[in-house]
């Protein structure tokens, strides 16, 4: 079955720092995408790429296609970034181009 | 624009009970998507629409039925609903993947269902 796998599941990060989250996945792609979730529930994308990098204010999203890895970067965290961050992909073949999304990563930036 | 709405809210059932999750979307999009979610899993799809007059299975599509009713709307509906239906559910939309052209997906706000 393919699957998404993010990492870590948790992070807790001083204001200020830099962040990373990782998601990795088992098979060849055509998109992925990067998606917050806020604490009130609401789902925002964030991202969708399928090669290099993407920059946007103070997040970047990179994928690595040899890899089949992509990492979402923020630079300069805030309290305000506190959300859970989903990793998606969409495979080339089966479940007929649906996304398959990852169980998120949730984090929380302390003042 | 307001995006993508769903109503209700918040709705809570007895077991056996039925009801409808109404989704509209104002983007003109051609593909419609319901999920759902739970606690420590990703997202699911329970059906989807790839464009208006077809609706298709997702990976969790059982006591579940869907109606594309134009290209607005799509609603999703629990004929006898189960404890194991306790969830939030989100409807998306967006424009359909063709060739290598990639487009992202916008959600609704949820509804949050507990059935008892």
């Known amino acids: 079955k393919n699957e998404v796998e993010q990492s870590p599941q948790n992070l807790t990060a001083q204001e200020g720092e830099f962040i990373t989250i990782n998601c990795s996945y088992s098979v060849g792609i055509s998109a992925l995408h990067w998606l917050q979730q806020h604490p009130g529930g609401g789902i925002v994308s964030l991202f969708m790429l399928s090669s290099g990098k993407k920059k946007h204010g103070r997040l970047i999203a990179t994928i690595n296609i040899q890899e089949k890895h992509s990492s979402l970067h923020i630079t300069a965290s805030h309290p305000r970034d506190s959300a859970v961050y989903i990793c998606?992909?969409?495979?080339?073949?089966?479940?007929?181009?649906?996304?398959?999304f990852g169980k998120g990563t949730k984090l929380s930036v302390k003042p | 624009n307001a995006g993508v709405t769903q109503t209700p809210k918040f709705q809570v059932l007895k077991t056996g009970q039925s009801m409808t999750l109404q989704c509209a979307q104002d983007?003109?999009?051609?593909?419609m998507y319901w999920y759902r979610q739970d606690p420590g899993m990703g997202l699911r799809l329970i059906y989807y629409?790839?464009?208006?007059?077809?609706?298709d299975k997702g990976e969790v599509p059982n006591g579940y039925n869907v109606s594309r009713l134009n290209k607005r709307e799509f609603s999703l509906r629990l004929e006898s609903a189960a404890p194991s239906q306790t969830s939030v559910y989100f409807c998306a939309s967006s424009e359909r993947v063709r060739g290598g052209v990639l487009y992202e997906q916008y959600f609704g706000p949820g509804t949050r269902l507990t059935v008892t």
């Open positions: 629409s790839a464009s208006e007059g077809t609706t």
């Open positions: 998606a992909v969409r495979y080339f073949r089966g479940s007929q181009g649906n996304l398959i």
């Open positions: 983007m003109n999009h051609n593909s």
